[in-house]
């Protein structure tokens, strides 16, 4: 079984920054893609960006220049690190991966519990 369990966020007011942690465990092989969803209320659920093994790093034009994705592949461990925040980044975040559980085995999806972020003008 694999778990992400997210930590961080909270609310702060507009202008200022959160960062958001979420580690993979459980029985995991390999672990390709790492990143962050999002969902306000009464929205669907939006990309806001991901990362490869390698470090490169995708993200939607909303967060671009504010928002940044790292991650530890030995901690199996992918961060959000989030600038400038504004009333509209106030949703739940969720950390997504893809994770091989056991050699050969299809990549699965797995998601985080989520993370409210709050932020107030």
């Known amino acids: 079984q694999v778990q992400l369990v997210e930590s961080g966020g909270g609310s702060v007011q507009a202008g200022g920054s959160l960062r958001l942690s979420c580690v993979a465990s459980?029985?995991?092989?390999?672990?390709?893609?790492m990143g962050w969803y999002r969902q306000a209320p009464g929205k669907q659920r939006e990309l806001v960006g991901d990362?490869?093994?390698?470090?490169?790093?995708d993200y939607s034009d909303f967060v671009k220049g504010r928002f940044t994705i790292s991650r530890d592949n030995d901690k199996n461990t992918v961060y959000l690190q989030m600038n400038s925040l504004r009333p509209e980044d106030t949703a739940v975040y969720f950390c997504?991966?893809?994770?091989?559980?056991?050699?050969?085995?299809?990549?699965?999806?797995?998601w985080g519990q989520g993370a409210q972020v709050t932020i107030s003008s």
């Open positions: 997504h991966a893809q994770i091989m559980q056991y050699y050969q085995d299809p990549w699965t999806d797995y």
């Open positions: 459980g029985r995991i092989f390999s672990t390709k893609n």
């Open positions: 990362i490869t093994p390698f470090g490169r790093t």
